[in-house]
């Protein structure tokens, strides 16, 4: 018997999904995906400026537990923390909205 694959199971479990189930997975589905990029970027920018975690945190005024969380996409970052990080890296931040795709 064949082994039942991840993406088979999420497969599945989307095609059971009421409407309104699906707009609630595909909203934290989104926002889940958002957290890890900036987390991602937050990391290549810490690590491009050649500091570690702790260093950054002290950069921030903050804990390099939470500069983990945050690059680990563990938390959603506020425009505050962005800010913050951007300043401890000399960078500045930048919002860009662009249309959907699908």
């Known amino acids: 018997m064949a082994k039942t694959t991840i993406d088979e199971v999420k497969r599945r479990r989307l095609a059971s999904m009421s409407d309104e189930e699906r707009a609630e997975f595909d909203e934290t589905y989104e926002a889940t995906r ?40 563990g938390t959603g970052a506020t425009l505050t923390t962005l800010q913050k990080v951007a300043s401890a890296l000399d960078l500045a ?10």
């Open 93 to 102: 931040v930048s919002i860009e909205l662009t249309a959907a795709v699908g």
């Open 34 to 73: 958002l957290a890890l990029e900036v987390g991602e970027r937050v990391r290549d920018a810490r690590e491009a400026a050649g500091l570690s975690q702790r260093e950054l945190a002290a950069r921030m005024g903050t804990s390099q537990a939470a500069v983990a969380r945050l690059e680990a996409g």
